[in-house]
Structure formats: C-alpha cells, structure tokens
C-alpha cells in the first residue's frame, strides 16, 4: 500500500510540475493579447478562450499536487485561532466538506432526469 501511495504522490508531483508552464503560456497568450489589441488595433477572438483554457486545465490537473504539498490558497486565521487539539477537528471538517464538494461536482457532471 505505501508503494502504491508513493507513486501516486510521485505522479501527483510530476503532473503539477508539468503544469507550470501552461500558465507562462497563458501569460504569454495574455501580453501577446495587450500589445495586439492596444498597440496595433487589431484584437483577437481567441486569446481570451485560450488563455481562459489553459488556466482551467492546469488547475484542473495541478490540483492533486496543490492538495498534496498543501499549497492551497486558504484562509487560516480560525485555524490559528484554536488550540492544537481543535484544529485535527477543522481539518476533518474541512476534508468533509470538501469530499461533499467533489461529490456535488460530479453529480453535476451528469444530465438531469428527463421525466417521461
């Protein structure tokens, strides 16, 4: 079981490194984007769905990392707040509400009933 564990942590690093540079080509489609549009007149339909896409996809797949390394942009002043022992109780409170979220995101994925 630990190998299984260190090898999706290994693949969860590796995907999040990998990401990295689809927010630098962003940027770039970004600035690209600005200097067209205001320099040239001549604004593009694209960069706005491109630069939009490629930050979806890298938070889409970094987020494995993200959680991992606990990188997450988080607002912690109650979790600083408590004492040691209450903050296992948020943190298991936090992992609930989270597992809840993942669960409403994928039954979102799916088509609503059709009634007959």
């Known amino acids: 079981m630990q190998a299984a564990s260190l090898l999706i942590s290994r693949i969860s690093i590796a995907i999040g490194y990998a990401c990295a540079p689809l927010y630098l080509v962003s940027l770039l489609v970004a600035v690209r984007e600005v200097i067209m549009r205001y320099f040239f007149h001549a604004p593009s339909d694209w960069a706005f769905e491109v630069t939009l896409t490629l930050c979806a996809i890298a938070w889409a797949l970094s987020v494995g990392y993200v959680g991992q390394q606990n990188r997450h942009i988080a607002i ?28 409403a995101l994928a039954c979102a994925t799916f088509p609503p009933p059709t009634k007959p």
């Open 76 to 103: 912690t002043f109650l979790h600083d707040l408590v004492r040691p022992s209450r903050k296992r109780v948020l943190d298991v409170v936090t992992l609930l509400l989270t597992a809840l979220a993942f669960v």
